[in-house]
């Protein structure tokens, strides 16, 4: 991939999305295997830890933005027993890998999955307990409009949940990840996936991508509030929770 990508949109879809689109459409068949060897696994401790900081309770709602292949979407499902949770995805392949693993659960009458664009959420406003993007904000063309998308789709009180790779600060260890995040991931993403300029992307996502006070800004300046960002893995990764406004209260 060339570093030219601009969000300048042609035919509707920005050259970054074109370009997202085709990574993951790519990459879907190996994408669960790959996060597992990518992460050393750590991912699944941080998905644990994002569960047990969202407290869902029986019957809540979600919408799962940039759902992929269903792992978040699944959990909330599990936690929330008979709420609805809906799953978004604008890559077909990465859906279908996803619709296997809800099947495999028996979840499908519980877990909706529609693509579509988190740019512009097919949804009316103020509908859901929660909305949630695992992995997904890096890579959209404009995160302050996803941002806000998910704060329109929240009911009043609701919970706006981010989950994302983050930037390591501290010298001695931020050298050696991005020298592995740089170098040695697409070597890795080339031997077992058979995928260079695919898991190049994933450095590339990231350099444009604010560190994790930044995003708390972010948060707040969406109009969520009591935002609350916690490092994960010496900040390779971070979560990031902001609440709704309740005028009711
Ligand atoms: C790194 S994967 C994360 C998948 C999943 N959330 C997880 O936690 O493993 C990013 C996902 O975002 C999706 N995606 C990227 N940009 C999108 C957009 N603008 N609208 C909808 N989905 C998008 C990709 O298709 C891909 O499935």
Redesign the pocket.
């Known amino acids: 991939m060339d570093n030219e990508i601009s969000n300048v949109k042609h035919d509707g879809r920005s050259p970054k ?1 074109k370009y ?2 085709s990574v ?1 459409e790519s990459i879907a068949g190996k994408y669960d295997m790959m ?1 597992d060897i990518l992460s050393f696994r750590r991912h699944k401790a941080w998905r644990k830890f994002t569960m047990n900081r969202m407290n869902m309770r029986q019957g809540d709602t979600a919408i ?6 269903c ?2 979407t699944i959990s909330m499902a599990k936690a929330s027993g008979t709420g609805e949770i809906v799953g ?4 077909e392949g ?1 859906l279908e890998v996803g619709r296997g693993k809800v099947a495999k659960e028996g979840l499908q009458d519980h877990i909706r999955l529609v693509q ?4 512009s959420l097919p949804f009316a406003d103020n509908q859901f307990d929660y909305a949630t993007i ?3 904000l890096r ?2 063309p404009d995160y302050m409009q996803v941002l806000r998308e998910m704060k329109r789709v929240v009911k009043p009180g609701g919970m706006v949940v981010c989950l994302e790779l983050s930037k390591p600060t501290w010298q001695p260890f931020k050298f050696l990840y991005y020298f592995y995040f740089e170098k040695l991931l697409p070597l890795l993403g080339k031997m077992f996936a058979k995928r260079y300029e695919q898991y190049k992307w994933l450095p590339e996502s990231l350099k444009l991508f604010p560190g994790r006070e930044e995003l708390a800004e972010a948060f707040r300046q969406t109009g969520l509030q009591e935002v609350q960002a916690f490092s994960l893995t010496g900040g390779i990764a971070a979560l990031h929770i902001g609440i709704k406004e309740n005028l009711d209260v």
């Open positions: 999305e997202v689109h993951f996060n799962d933005l940039c759902c992929g292949t792992d978040w978004l995805d604008f890559s990465m579509g664009n988190a740019m695992g992995f997904g890579n959209v």
